[in-house]
């Protein structure tokens, strides 16, 4: 597979990082998404990105859109606020949690379909798998994270599609890959930091 994801220097990640923040800081205390300029051509490309949050190791949200059809910045601005208020496996966050929570994210390739299932690396592609109106998406990160090999992480993208763990063996199953540019805060955010 050809895939790449948009390559981001030190600089760019750290403004998406602030920005990140800084959205939630705003939405959170005010309802409304700030705005935001760029002068950088990366942050103003279309990328599909994903905006994960942690309390410690816990997961606190994660949302992402992965169609390459909006600017980067305004993506992760989006996926931020959806992480934050709209992942339905968890309470809302609330603005005084935010100094204990790390935010990650993941500036993800265009998705390419899957030929040969070989080709698929363990923590290097990320996968889609769909059949009919399922669809399921895990991050590259999330195989490496627990160890998986590729057939288990296959069963888990068909877990997540809502599909039976074996779906990924059946021709009708499509599965795409993607790469991600993964990068997060150093540690959360504590009250003497902010």
Not at 1 to 17: F, G, I, N, R, Y
Not at 72 to 88: F, G, P, R
């Amino acid at each position: 597979m050809t895939l790449e994801a948009p390559l981001l220097d030190d600089s760019t990640k750290q403004e998406l990082l602030t920005l990140a923040r800084f959205t939630l800081e705003t939405y959170l205390s005010t309802r409304q998404r700030p705005d935001y300029a760029t002068g950088r051509p990366e942050l103003q490309s279309r990328a599909g990105a994903f905006v994960t949050l942690r309390r410690g190791e816990e997961l606190r949200g994660c949302i992402g859109h992965v169609a390459p059809d909006t600017l980067l910045y305004h993506t992760i601005q989006n996926c931020a606020i959806s992480a934050a208020v709209e992942d339905t496996r968890f309470a809302p966050v609330t603005y005084p949690e935010l100094p204990q929570l790390r935010i990650e994210i993941s500036v993800l390739s265009p998705l390419e379909r899957v030929q040969d299932l070989s080709g698929i690396t363990v923590g290097q592609y990320g996968l889609v798998v769909s059949r009919g109106h399922r669809r399921g998406l895990l991050l590259p990160q999330v195989a490496t994270e627990n160890g998986w090999d590729r057939d288990t992480f296959l069963a888990y993208t068909c877990r997540k599609a809502g599909l039976l763990p074996d779906a990924w063996r059946d021709p009708q199953t499509i599965i795409e890959a993607f790469r991600a540019q993964v990068f997060s805060e150093e540690k959360a955010r504590t009250q003497a930091d902010t």
